[in-house]
């Protein structure tokens, strides 16, 4: 069983920065690839996020690339989403997950085990 929790969410104005946290417990967080999602109000959980194992692998949805950069710390058992230059569009529940096996992906259902969330709500 791993457990999940996000931390770090807030309001900010637009341009500002936000370092999203996630802390893990139980099972091996080093052997797991880890993302963070975004859900807004009426709309579907969708990808911000993704790395591997060991950090060597990342990748990003469009509309976040060149802003938000995503990092693991396995001996913390931390996973990390710096948020810069946010946009009000970036405003969502922001969650935490991870797999069972190394490799990144970019869809929910690939991710087993999720924090309970943290609110980022980016202000005009």
């Known amino acids: 069983q791993v457990q999940l929790v996000e931390s770090g969410g807030g309001l900010v104005q637009a341009g500002g920065s936000l370092r999203l946290s996630c802390a893990a417990s139980?099972?091996?967080?080093?052997?797991?690839?880890m993302g963070w999602f975004r859900q807004a109000p009426g709309k579907e959980r969708e990808f911000v996020s993704t790395?591997?194992?060991?950090?060597?692998?990342?990748y990003y949805t469009d509309s976040v690339k060149g802003r938000f950069t995503i990092s693991r710390d396995n001996a913390k058992k931390m996973g990390y989403l710096q948020m810069n230059s946010l946009k009000p569009e970036d405003t969502a529940v922001y969650y935490c997950?991870?797999?069972?096996?190394?490799?990144?992906?970019?869809?929910?259902?690939?991710?087993?085990?999720w924090g309970q969330g943290t609110q980022v709500t980016v202000s005009s």
């Open positions: 997950a991870v797999r069972l096996i190394p490799v990144i992906a970019t869809t929910p259902n690939g991710y087993y085990y």
């Open positions: 790395i591997n194992w060991n950090g060597g692998n990342t």
């Open positions: 139980g099972g091996t967080f080093s052997t797991y690839a």
